[in-house]
Protein backbone atom coordinates (compact mmCIF):
# COMPACT_ATOMS: atom_id res chain seq x y z
CA UNK A 1 0.00 0.00 0.00
CA UNK A 2 1.36 3.34 -0.71
CA UNK A 3 1.02 6.48 1.35
CA UNK A 4 -1.83 8.45 -0.25
CA UNK A 5 -4.17 5.72 -0.41
CA UNK A 6 -3.30 4.52 3.71
CA UNK A 7 -3.98 8.51 4.75
CA UNK A 8 -6.64 8.72 2.64
CA UNK A 9 -8.84 5.59 4.38
CA UNK A 10 -7.09 6.36 7.25
CA UNK A 11 -8.45 10.00 7.14
CA UNK A 12 -11.86 8.70 6.42
CA UNK A 13 -11.90 6.18 9.33
CA UNK A 14 -11.24 8.97 11.96
CA UNK A 15 -13.46 11.29 10.12
CA UNK A 16 -16.23 8.74 10.54
CA UNK A 17 -15.00 8.37 14.68
CA UNK A 18 -15.71 12.18 14.76
CA UNK A 19 -11.50 12.91 15.36
CA UNK A 20 -11.65 16.57 14.40
CA UNK A 21 -8.53 17.62 11.77
CA UNK A 22 -8.47 13.90 10.97
CA UNK A 23 -6.25 14.05 7.67
CA UNK A 24 -3.70 16.14 9.81
CA UNK A 25 -4.13 13.57 12.91
CA UNK A 26 -3.57 11.27 9.85
CA UNK A 27 -0.80 12.45 8.04
CA UNK A 28 1.26 12.73 11.74
CA UNK A 29 0.23 9.26 12.76
CA UNK A 30 1.69 8.04 9.87
CA UNK A 31 4.52 10.22 9.63
CA UNK A 32 5.89 8.80 13.64
CA UNK A 33 4.95 4.81 11.92
CA UNK A 34 7.42 5.68 8.81
CA UNK A 35 9.83 7.99 10.32
CA UNK A 36 9.26 10.60 7.74
CA UNK A 37 9.15 13.94 8.09
CA UNK A 38 4.88 15.29 7.34
CA UNK A 39 5.50 17.26 4.45
CA UNK A 40 7.47 14.44 2.96
CA UNK A 41 4.41 12.08 2.66
CA UNK A 42 2.20 15.29 0.65
CA UNK A 43 5.19 15.54 -1.21
CA UNK A 44 5.29 11.35 -2.66
CA UNK A 45 1.93 9.94 -1.92
CA UNK A 46 3.76 7.00 -3.81
CA UNK A 47 5.94 6.00 -0.61
CA UNK A 48 5.75 2.31 0.11
CA UNK A 49 4.53 1.97 3.59
CA UNK A 50 5.90 -1.20 4.98
CA UNK A 51 3.84 -4.33 6.97
CA UNK A 52 6.06 -3.02 9.80
CA UNK A 53 4.98 0.41 9.64
CA UNK A 54 1.52 0.19 8.70
CA UNK A 55 0.98 -2.04 11.91
CA UNK A 56 2.37 0.58 14.32
CA UNK A 57 0.41 2.95 12.38
CA UNK A 58 -2.95 1.18 12.80
CA UNK A 59 -2.20 1.04 16.95
CA UNK A 60 -1.89 4.90 16.57
CA UNK A 61 -5.14 5.52 14.46
CA UNK A 62 -7.14 2.61 16.95
CA UNK A 63 -5.65 5.00 20.33
CA UNK A 64 -6.74 8.41 18.14
CA UNK A 65 -10.49 6.76 17.73
CA UNK A 66 -10.38 5.87 21.18
CA UNK A 67 -9.86 9.79 22.45
CA UNK A 68 -6.42 9.91 23.11
CA UNK A 69 -4.48 13.16 22.27
CA UNK A 70 -1.98 13.26 19.28
CA UNK A 71 0.60 14.74 21.48
CA UNK A 72 0.43 11.39 24.04
CA UNK A 73 0.49 8.81 20.69
CA UNK A 74 3.40 10.47 19.31
CA UNK A 75 4.88 11.10 22.81
CA UNK A 76 5.73 14.97 22.06
CA UNK A 77 4.72 18.30 21.41
CA UNK A 78 6.27 21.03 19.88
CA UNK A 79 6.47 23.90 22.43
CA UNK A 80 7.84 27.27 19.77
CA UNK A 81 11.59 25.86 19.34
CA UNK A 82 12.09 23.20 21.80
CA UNK A 83 10.82 19.58 21.43
CA UNK A 84 8.97 18.68 24.99
CA UNK A 85 8.22 14.93 26.25
CA UNK A 86 4.58 14.44 26.79
CA UNK A 87 2.46 11.52 28.35
CA UNK A 88 -0.48 11.20 30.35
CA UNK A 89 1.30 12.34 33.56
CA UNK A 90 0.91 16.07 31.87
CA UNK A 91 -1.38 18.40 30.27
CA UNK A 92 -0.42 18.93 26.35
CA UNK A 93 1.14 21.93 26.19
CA UNK A 94 -1.20 24.70 24.07
CA UNK A 95 -0.78 26.96 21.42
CA UNK A 96 -1.56 29.90 23.36
CA UNK A 97 0.46 29.29 26.13
CA UNK A 98 3.40 29.90 23.71
CA UNK A 99 2.42 33.27 23.69
CA UNK A 100 2.00 33.13 27.21
CA UNK A 101 5.84 32.00 27.16
CA UNK A 102 6.14 35.02 24.75
CA UNK A 103 4.58 37.47 27.25
CA UNK A 104 7.06 36.18 30.28
CA UNK A 105 10.35 36.74 27.62
CA UNK A 106 9.35 40.49 26.77
CA UNK A 107 9.15 41.14 30.77
CA UNK A 108 12.71 39.52 31.06
CA UNK A 109 14.09 41.74 28.72
CA UNK A 110 13.32 44.61 30.61
CA UNK A 111 14.76 43.15 33.69
CA UNK A 112 18.95 43.71 34.48
CA UNK A 113 21.36 41.56 36.30
CA UNK A 114 21.00 37.25 36.79
CA UNK A 115 17.60 36.35 36.14
CA UNK A 116 15.21 34.07 38.24
CA UNK A 117 11.49 32.96 37.24
CA UNK A 118 8.98 30.58 38.50
CA UNK A 119 7.29 28.49 36.53
CA UNK A 120 4.06 27.53 39.23
CA UNK A 121 1.76 24.22 37.93
CA UNK A 122 4.56 23.69 35.43
CA UNK A 123 3.30 20.52 34.46
CA UNK A 124 5.77 19.09 31.11
CA UNK A 125 7.65 21.69 32.28
CA UNK A 126 7.56 23.55 28.57
CA UNK A 127 7.03 27.17 29.24
CA UNK A 128 10.03 27.41 31.89
CA UNK A 129 12.32 25.19 29.50
CA UNK A 130 11.93 27.51 26.91
CA UNK A 131 12.46 31.00 28.59
CA UNK A 132 15.76 28.92 30.12
CA UNK A 133 16.67 28.20 26.85
CA UNK A 134 15.88 31.45 25.40
CA UNK A 135 17.87 33.21 28.74
CA UNK A 136 20.83 31.11 29.10
CA UNK A 137 21.47 32.42 32.44
CA UNK A 138 18.38 31.63 34.41
CA UNK A 139 17.70 29.97 37.12
CA UNK A 140 14.55 28.48 36.96
CA UNK A 141 12.06 27.14 39.77
CA UNK A 142 9.58 24.50 38.47
CA UNK A 143 6.90 23.97 40.73
CA UNK A 144 4.13 21.41 40.36
CA UNK A 145 1.34 19.34 42.80
CA UNK A 146 1.73 16.17 40.93
CA UNK A 147 4.64 13.87 41.41
CA UNK A 148 4.25 12.37 38.44
CA UNK A 149 4.37 15.33 36.46
CA UNK A 150 7.44 16.67 38.37
CA UNK A 151 8.63 13.65 37.17
CA UNK A 152 8.36 14.29 33.35
CA UNK A 153 9.44 17.68 34.21
CA UNK A 154 12.47 16.40 35.22
CA UNK A 155 13.23 13.99 32.29
CA UNK A 156 12.38 17.30 29.97
CA UNK A 157 15.00 19.14 31.63
CA UNK A 158 17.40 16.41 31.26
CA UNK A 159 16.63 16.10 27.80
CA UNK A 160 16.99 19.51 26.85
CA UNK A 161 20.43 20.04 29.05
CA UNK A 162 18.75 22.46 31.46
CA UNK A 163 18.82 20.64 34.68
CA UNK A 164 21.86 22.45 36.24
CA UNK A 165 19.61 25.27 36.45
CA UNK A 166 16.27 23.76 37.25
CA UNK A 167 15.59 23.66 41.10
CA UNK A 168 12.19 20.97 41.17
CA UNK A 169 9.74 21.96 43.75
CA UNK A 170 6.69 19.64 44.68
CA UNK A 171 3.99 22.08 46.18
CA UNK A 172 0.52 23.04 46.17
CA UNK A 173 0.94 26.72 47.62
CA UNK A 174 3.18 29.34 47.29
CA UNK A 175 3.72 29.98 50.63
CA UNK A 176 6.04 27.00 51.10
CA UNK A 177 8.57 28.49 48.56
CA UNK A 178 11.67 30.11 50.00
CA UNK A 179 13.35 32.81 48.16
CA UNK A 180 12.02 35.72 45.49
CA UNK A 181 12.35 35.34 41.76
CA UNK A 182 11.94 38.16 39.08
CA UNK A 183 8.77 36.60 37.48
CA UNK A 184 6.04 34.02 38.49
CA UNK A 185 4.16 32.74 34.62
CA UNK A 186 1.65 30.49 35.52
CA UNK A 187 -0.41 28.48 33.69
CA UNK A 188 -2.46 27.41 36.47
CA UNK A 189 -5.56 25.00 36.31
CA UNK A 190 -8.67 27.36 35.84
CA UNK A 191 -11.87 25.56 34.17
CA UNK A 192 -14.46 25.56 36.42
CA UNK A 193 -15.17 22.21 38.09
CA UNK A 194 -18.50 22.13 36.89
CA UNK A 195 -17.83 22.52 33.01
CA UNK A 196 -15.09 19.37 33.29
CA UNK A 197 -17.78 16.49 32.47
CA UNK A 198 -18.88 18.52 29.41
CA UNK A 199 -15.35 18.38 28.12
CA UNK A 200 -14.16 16.38 25.01
CA UNK A 201 -12.88 13.11 25.19
CA UNK A 202 -9.16 13.64 24.29
CA UNK A 203 -9.48 16.85 27.26
CA UNK A 204 -10.78 14.17 30.18
CA UNK A 205 -7.76 11.87 29.13
CA UNK A 206 -5.63 14.78 30.31
CA UNK A 207 -4.46 14.92 34.27
CA UNK A 208 -7.60 16.23 36.38
CA UNK A 209 -5.30 18.08 38.45
CA UNK A 210 -4.49 19.90 35.34
CA UNK A 211 -7.68 21.25 34.42
CA UNK A 212 -10.18 21.70 37.48
CA UNK A 213 -9.64 25.04 39.33
CA UNK A 214 -12.55 24.89 41.80
CA UNK A 215 -15.96 26.32 41.14
CA UNK A 216 -15.35 29.51 39.22
CA UNK A 217 -12.05 28.44 37.70
CA UNK A 218 -9.36 30.21 39.78
CA UNK A 219 -8.90 28.57 43.17
CA UNK A 220 -4.78 28.43 41.97
CA UNK A 221 -4.96 31.79 40.46
CA UNK A 222 -6.25 34.06 42.82
CA UNK A 223 -3.77 31.69 45.37
CA UNK A 224 -0.82 33.16 43.33
CA UNK A 225 -2.57 36.59 43.39
CA UNK A 226 -2.63 36.50 47.12
CA UNK A 227 0.81 35.36 47.69
CA UNK A 228 2.90 36.60 44.56
CA UNK A 229 4.02 40.13 45.96
CA UNK A 230 6.11 37.96 49.03
CA UNK A 231 7.63 35.68 46.30
CA UNK A 232 8.58 38.85 43.94
CA UNK A 233 11.47 40.70 43.49
CA UNK A 234 11.36 44.38 43.42
CA UNK A 235 9.36 45.14 40.51
CA UNK A 236 8.79 41.79 39.64
CA UNK A 237 6.12 40.57 37.36
CA UNK A 238 3.23 37.79 37.99
CA UNK A 239 1.84 36.37 34.33
CA UNK A 240 -0.94 34.10 33.82
CA UNK A 241 -2.84 32.32 31.28
CA UNK A 242 -6.77 32.11 32.17
CA UNK A 243 -10.29 31.78 30.80
CA UNK A 244 -11.04 34.60 28.40
CA UNK A 245 -13.54 36.38 31.29
CA UNK A 246 -10.94 35.27 33.95
CA UNK A 247 -7.99 37.41 33.74
CA UNK A 248 -9.98 40.41 34.40
CA UNK A 249 -11.94 39.46 37.37
CA UNK A 250 -8.81 38.17 38.71
CA UNK A 251 -6.78 41.26 38.47
CA UNK A 252 -9.55 43.78 39.42
CA UNK A 253 -9.71 41.97 42.87
CA UNK A 254 -5.85 42.38 43.21
CA UNK A 255 -4.87 45.65 45.29
CA UNK A 256 -3.47 48.96 43.48
CA UNK A 257 -1.52 49.49 46.45
CA UNK A 258 0.36 46.63 45.95
CA UNK A 259 0.23 46.09 42.00
CA UNK A 260 1.54 49.07 40.16
CA UNK A 261 0.73 47.58 36.79
CA UNK A 262 -2.06 45.20 35.84
CA UNK A 263 -3.63 44.66 32.46
CA UNK A 264 -4.97 41.87 30.34
CA UNK A 265 -3.29 40.45 27.06
CA UNK A 266 -5.43 39.36 24.16
CA UNK A 267 -4.73 35.79 22.18
CA UNK A 268 -4.17 35.19 18.71
CA UNK A 269 -7.84 35.10 18.94
CA UNK A 270 -8.89 38.11 20.28
CA UNK A 271 -9.54 36.71 23.99
CA UNK A 272 -8.16 38.72 26.75
CA UNK A 273 -6.71 35.55 28.33
CA UNK A 274 -3.44 36.67 29.82
CA UNK A 275 -3.23 38.45 33.08
CA UNK A 276 -0.11 40.64 33.80
CA UNK A 277 0.70 42.61 37.49
CA UNK A 278 4.05 43.70 38.72
CA UNK A 279 4.68 44.97 41.99
CA UNK A 280 6.19 48.16 43.10
C1 LIG B 1 -3.05 23.78 33.03
S1 LIG B 1 -1.79 22.72 33.60
C2 LIG B 1 -0.37 23.56 32.94
C3 LIG B 1 0.81 22.67 32.68
C4 LIG B 1 1.96 23.37 31.96
N1 LIG B 1 2.43 24.51 32.69
C5 LIG B 1 1.49 23.83 30.58
O1 LIG B 1 1.22 25.01 30.41
O2 LIG B 1 1.37 22.98 29.68
C6 LIG B 1 -1.75 23.13 35.31
C7 LIG B 1 -0.67 22.41 36.12
O3 LIG B 1 -0.75 22.87 37.49
C8 LIG B 1 -0.64 21.76 38.37
N2 LIG B 1 -1.35 22.14 39.61
C9 LIG B 1 -2.66 22.07 39.88
N3 LIG B 1 -2.93 22.57 41.09
C10 LIG B 1 -1.74 22.99 41.60
C11 LIG B 1 -1.36 23.59 42.83
N4 LIG B 1 -2.24 23.91 43.78
N5 LIG B 1 -0.07 23.86 43.02
C12 LIG B 1 0.87 23.54 42.08
N6 LIG B 1 0.57 22.97 40.90
C13 LIG B 1 -0.73 22.70 40.66
C14 LIG B 1 -1.27 20.61 37.62
O4 LIG B 1 -0.84 19.37 38.12
C15 LIG B 1 -0.82 20.91 36.18
O5 LIG B 1 0.41 20.29 35.90
Known sequence: MNAGKTLS??????AAAGVDEAELNAQWLLSDALGVPRLNLLADPSLTVSAAALRKFKKGLALKE????LAYILGWQDFRDIRIKVDKRVLVPRPETEELAGLAAAFLKTRKGPLSAMDYGSGSGAIGFWLAKEFPGLRLKSVEKSARALACAAENAAALGLAARVEFIRASTLETIAGTVDLIVSNPPYIPTGVIPGLAPEVLSEPRMSLDGGGDGLDVARMLAALAPSKLKKGGALIMELGGYQAKTLLAAMPASIWKEKRTHK???GIKRFAFARIG
Not at 9 to 14: G, N, Q, S, T, Y
Not at 66 to 69: D, V
Open 267 to 269: DLN
Open 66 to 69: QGLP
Open 9 to 14: EAAARL
